[in-house]
């Protein structure tokens, strides 16, 4: 499998760098060598997460039945931090 990453020189030095395919998958080095070597981990430790998260039954239902209300208008954006906790009381 392949992925398609983005590198670019940091401000403060070293070099940061992003998979395009998997925005989550995020590293940094001091050498554009460092920094792709490191991407391969990130790539590594998302891709293990979003298995896990698939595996899960609870989650996924969950998941599926927040889909479910968005998609019936049973759910609405919130705006602030203090309407979630309203919302969760």
């Known amino acids: 499998m392949q992925f398609t990453v983005k590198l670019e020189e940091a401000d403060e030095g070293g070099y940061t760098v992003q998979c395009l395919e ?20 990130a790539i590594q430790l998302v891709l293990i997460e979003t298995i896990e998260i698939l595996n899960d039954e609870k989650l996924m239902k969950g998941i599926r039945n927040s889909r479910n209300d968005l998609e019936a208008g049973r759910l609405h954006e919130l705006k602030n931090i203090d309407e979630l906790d309203e919302a969760w009381a």
């Open 22 to 41: 998997l925005p989550a998958a995020i590293s940094e080095g001091d050498t554009k060598e460092e920094a792709l070597e490191n991407i391969k981990e």
